[in-house]
């Protein structure tokens, strides 16, 4: 869960499977005589659209941070292991190459991304408990087999853009439009990749240079809810004000 502190007191709320569904959006529309498009596309795309859906379990009762008393955000509290586990097997069902993408996404975040991201380039690694370190590992195992029936090297710039996709979801979701860059953005699958600056534009209107959509301007949604306390006395009061907060949309204008 996203959690945002407005300017007038509330809250805004993002849920993970929105802002998966959001990212999905940058992926569909990436690729233009500047940058490759993504492929294998559907896969890659699908693997983009679903990537976070192991939060759906933690979607249905959401916590508070006991600390605060406020919602807890994303980096505080997630769903149990096993759900992470249950997407990834889900996908594997429909798409093995859009699960293995998923299965390296979940593993990199505890990771630092690989390595891969200069500028944001995530929290600094933690030590991280025995049972994470147990799934990374059953994990990773897994993503070993799996990459020997593709072409690893396309693979490692999917694994790329897709940390690119869901940093762009996070510059949305997380706060309003601000200067900001991703770097590297892999322009296709030879280069090395470049700096990617986000300027902000006008009332909810982003520049990006180089641009990288198919449209111009790119027009996107993601769903949010608002609401107006603060803070809660326990989880069962923030999640009957989380159920019954009307939905909003959250329209951006990328050119």
């Given at each position: ?9 509330s809250l805004?709320?993002?849920s ?6 959001m990212?999905g959006?940058f ?16 896969p ?11 939060w ?18 994303f980096?505080q509290?997630?769903?149990p ?20 993408l998923?299965?390296?996404h ?8 690989y ?10 690694p ?21 990459r ?19 940093l762009?979801?996070l510059?949305?979701?997380c ?15 030879a280069?090395?990749?470049?700096r990617?600056t986000?300027?902000?534009a006008?009332?909810?209107r982003v520049?990006?240079?180089p ?17 107006a306390?603060?803070?809660y006395?326990d989880?069962?009061q ?5 159920f019954q ?6 329209e951006?204008e990328?050119?």
């Amino acid at each position: 869960m996203i959690v945002r502190a407005e300017e007038d007191g509330s809250l805004t709320l993002i849920s993970q499977t929105d802002h998966s569904q959001m990212v999905g959006e940058f992926a569909a529309h990436w690729g233009n005589e500047r940058y490759a498009q993504p492929h294998p596309y559907e896969p890659v795309v699908r693997a983009a659209i679903y990537h976070d859906y192991g939060w759906l379990s933690y979607e249905t009762a959401p916590k508070l941070d006991p600390s605060t008393g406020r919602p807890a955000n994303f980096t505080q509290a997630g769903p149990p292991l096993g759900s992470y586990r249950w997407i990834a097997d889900w996908m594997n069902g429909i798409d093995r190459y859009s699960a293995l993408l998923i299965s390296m996404h979940r593993t990199g975040l505890w990771q630092r991304r690989y390595g891969v991201m200069g500028h944001p380039d995530g929290p600094n690694p933690r030590s991280l408990s025995p049972e994470i370190a147990a799934f990374i590992e059953a994990s990773e195992t897994w993503q070993r087999q799996e990459r020997q029936a593709v072409d690893q090297a396309v693979l490692d710039v999917n694994y790329r853009l897709l940390q690119v996709w869901d940093l762009l979801g996070l510059y949305f979701c997380c706060a309003p439009p601000r200067a900001d860059f991703i770097d590297p953005v892999p322009l296709d699958y030879a280069t090395s990749g470049v700096r990617m600056t986000l300027t902000p534009a006008g009332p909810n209107r982003v520049a990006f240079d180089p641009y990288p959509f198919d449209l111009r301007p790119l027009r996107v949604q993601v769903r949010a809810r608002r609401m107006a306390a603060p803070t809660y006395a326990d989880d069962a009061q923030l999640r009957k004000a989380y159920f019954q907060a009307p939905y909003q949309l959250l329209e951006f204008e990328l050119s």
